[in-house]
Each structure stands twice: as C-alpha cells, then as structure tokens.
C-alpha cells in the first residue's frame, strides 16, 4: 500500500523509518519531510495544514492510509476533511477527529473530560477575561507553587509554574488581557502543582481496544541538571525504571481504560494515538496532559523498541480490529539525544551546515530542522537531529547516543550531556 506521512520533525523521521521497513508498504511519502526522510521515501513541498493539496496528492498518487505526525492538522479537522469527501472517505486517517483532538487543542475541554470520567488529575478551574477577578480569588486559595495553562495549542510554550502568588497574579492578566500567547490564553485553566516524576505513555487505540506502547521519559529544559528555560525535547529514554509492572498496571486501570471508555460513552470517535502525560506521585498516576499524536522526541526513543510490523498495527486502527494485533515490544533501551541549534529555544543560528552524520557509530540520526540545499544538509530549525541508540541497557544506550551526537558538527551545535543519568 501506498502511504502519506504528514509532517517534517523528528517524530515522523522516526515514523518514516519504521514504516520503510514493512513489507505492507509499497511507497512511502512524507509531506513536506526533510532532510532525512528522503532515505526512506519521497518527500512531498506540501504543508501539513493545506488539506486540498493534500487531497490532490493522495488521488493522484492512489494513497491508502495516512499518518498523521503533529497536532495543528488534527485540530483544525483533517479527519473530519477525509471523511467528508466522496473521493477521500474510504481512505484511513491515524489521528483523531476534531472533536477528539480537543483533548490537546483545549486544557480546559480535557481537564473537564478528565473529571466526567474519573481520571486522576490535579484540582484545577478555568477562567476568561469577564472572570479575571474570580481568577485572583482562586489563586489566592489556590496554594504554591500553581501552574497557570493557556487553554489552546501553544507550540508547548503555554504552561507556566509560578513560585509566588504576585508572580500568578501577573502572569494571568498578561495570558487574559494582554493575549501573551495570542488566541491560545483567551481562557486559563489555573491547576494545582504536582510534585514527582514525569513519564509519557502512549497508546494506540481504534476506539475500541487499545494497545500500550513502550512509555518514554523526556527533558524539557535547555541546562544540563535540568535548568533553564523550556523546550520542545532535549532528550528522552525508553523504558524508564520507575514505571515498573505494578505502576503501569495502575496507569492502564486508572487512566487508560476510563479514557478509552470515557471516549466511547461520550460518543467520540477515536482512531489514533493518545498521549498521556503523567505525573508518578507516591506511585500513584496522575494526568498532566494529554496529547492526540505521539511526542516528539520520545517517539525516536519508542519507535526501536517496537519489533512488530508497525503498519500491522496501524492497519488495525484504520481497521478496528487492533485487537488481533500483535505489539512485540524490545527488553531493550532507546536513549535519544537532541542536537539544537545554537541560541534555542529563543532566537537560534540557521542556514548552517551539518557535517559528521557519517561518522555515528551506532546509533540511528533521526533528523528534526534540517533542509537540503544542493549536497549540504542545512540547520534551519531549533530541534535539528535527534541521535538515537538501542543498548542491552541504559547505561550503554546513554552512553553510546551521547558519543555519536559529540561526531557530529555545525556552527552552534549544542546537546545536553546528562539525559537519562538521572535515571542510572
């Protein structure tokens, strides 16, 4: 079969390369790619939002599924687009409809799923510009630190963890009235901080049954010692010790069956990945956030450690019978390193060349920013390659990505030198 994978990071080279793979494809497309995915199959100069040239695309080149790797498309309806269309509806698309993807595109719509259907997740209220006023009340009852969410799609910027209550107060009038991060803060959602360590789980559901991918662990912040400021991912690594049996029994009875559950009752459509994530509290699983497509870059972590036919599975969600399927998942470990360019995440260096990628050892390169101009590969986002190894262990797999990141070389380059030791 002939597939179109929509998008240009790190998480869709690590799609386009596991998909390559499979024997159930025939020809593999990324729209637009980048650099990288053009090893795997044909890059196509389409942007993830232009849903009419996307469906020119996929008749003209008779496309039989489509994956779709970032958020934007889903929210503003891709699915929906797909199932609308005389032409386009027989054709399968991997990610959510509109509706469901308000479960990322809204805190404040997932936050109140989250209490309908009983899923763990920290006491929060939602406010507007007309109820600023009850917003200061809560905060004053609300404890510290708090953690004040612009309620859309923010490019991950839209969270922040506010240490004093003249701190909160601030930063909720600029969201409310000075639209600090555009249409996205036109409503907060003010939560309770939750103290413990962060995990990602994901899942693949059909709407009906679901199967749980290996669950990863990422590093958002710039500074080794996990300092400065926040990013899209500087790393991660699968599978992460803390997230034992027993905790991810609790995971699956807790949070992953009341959402898929939750979904079904509530009548919403759910063909995808759900993102959970979470917070490990005393052993306990809380909800953070969800996410309606895989994270980036534990996607590069997760994708080595699944050993079955990846387009098998993705065939039984198009399909609904993901319950045949079999997930073979690696007792290996995947540790990712980000390379970056220099200056990110605020204004970075671009257009610099890239050298060295020959000479990683053992390690798969997963490129995020990059673009070709001619023979050079150029760095032209903030998040340029993700280097990832497969080790019989962590410390092995940390080992070994940070050494192949060290090979390689473009003005500005930098990575954090300590994903996962915090682990070890």
């Not at 005393?282 to 699944?306: A, F, K, L, Q």
């Amino acid at each position: 079969m002939n597939i179109l994978i929509l998008g240009s990071g790190g998480r869709e080279s690590a799609f386009a390369w596991k998909i390559s793979q499979s024997p159930k494809c025939d020809k593999l497309f990324i729209a637009p790619g980048n650099a990288g995915t053009g090893q795997y199959g044909t890059n196509v100069n389409l942007k993830v939002t232009d849903f009419d040239g996307i469906k020119a695309f996929a008749l003209g080149n008779d496309i039989k599924m489509v994956l779709v790797g970032p958020e934007e498309p889903l929210v503003k309806g891709i699915h929906d687009f797909f199932l609308a269309d005389e032409q386009l509806k027989n054709i399968p698309v991997i990610g959510p409809q509109q509706h469901a993807a308000q479960l990322e595109g809204s805190k404040d719509f997932s936050k109140a799923f989250m209490q309908r259907n009983g899923v763990p997740t920290a006491a929060s209220r939602t406010f507007t510009r007309d109820t600023l006023q009850e917003g200061f009340d809560y905060l004053a009852t609300a404890g510290l630190p708090v953690v004040l969410k612009a309620d859309g799609l923010a490019a991950g910027k839209g969270v922040l963890i506010c240490l004093t209550l003249e701190e909160a107060r601030q930063e909720l009038l600029e969201m409310l009235t000075e639209a600090k991060f555009g249409d996205a803060s036109s409503k907060v959602v003010i939560e309770q901080f939750l103290q413990g360590i962060e995990l990602s789980v994901f899942v693949m559901t059909d709407g009906n049954s679901y199967k749980v991918l290996p669950e990863a662990k990422d590093y958002k912040r710039i500074g080794e010692g996990d300092t400065g400021l926040n990013t899209g991912g500087m790393g991660s690594v699968s599978p992460v010790h803390f997230a034992d049996a027993a905790f991810m029994q609790k995971v699956e009875q807790k949070v992953i069956i009341p959402t898929v559950e939750g979904l079904k009752k509530e009548g919403i459509p759910y063909k995808g990945f759900i993102f959970i994530g979470l917070m490990n509290t005393h052993g306990e699983p809380w909800v953070i956030e969800y996410n309606c497509r895989m994270g980036d870059p534990e996607t590069e972590s997760v994708m080595p450690r699944i050993e079955s036919d990846f387009v098998d599975l993705l065939l039984g969600v198009a399909e609904g019978n993901l319950v045949e399927k079999e997930l073979v998942i690696s007792d290996k470990t995947a540790a990712t390193v980000v390379c970056v360019a220099g200056g990110y995440p605020g204004e970075y260096l671009k257009d610099k060349t890239i050298s060295g990628i020959e000479n990683v050892r053992d390690s798969h390169v997963f490129h995020a920013g990059t673009t070709l101009v001619g023979e050079d590969i150029k760095a032209v986002g903030g998040r340029v390659l993700a280097v990832t190894s497969l080790q019989d262990n962590m410390f092995d797999a940390l080992q070994q990505a940070t050494a192949d990141a060290a090979r390689i070389y473009y003005d500005g380059v930098y990575f954090r030198k300590d994903i996962g030791f915090d682990l070890l």
